[in-house]
């Protein structure tokens, strides 16, 4: 990959850990503001209760996308940013457009999603 391109997807991918770092602290000072208050009726309670695990969620998961990022800048310093991990191909830039955290190239992220369904099937 050229460094313009390269020089792309690393402006992408930092505009994106800024705004889900800023969501992460979002996300953490609203479920603050949940412990402060001061609710003395069970439904209230309940309520503050599925809010704040909520919000504990969401931060989980954008804590989790800033890790994908942190993990896409490194193979970018590395020099392998842009080949799937697991057949060491170029992974198209189109799917670099719309996932630019991507390890895997479309067949592989196929295989690998299949293989994490066989281990753990879903259960009713």
Known sequence: ???E???HFRSLLTAQLKRHTQHIRDEQAAALELSDERVTDSVDMSLMDVNKEIALRLGEHES???ADID???MRMDEGSY???ARCDEPIDE???EAVPTARYDTKC???VEAE???ESPPTL
């Open 1 to 3: 990959m050229d460094a």
């Open 5 to 7: 391109k390269l020089e």
């Open 64 to 66: 989790r996308m800033v």
């Open 71 to 73: 993990q896409a800048l």
């Open 82 to 84: 842009g080949i799937c």
């Open 94 to 96: 189109r799917r670099l």
């Open 109 to 111: 992220q196929a295989l």
């Open 116 to 118: 994490e369904f066989e």
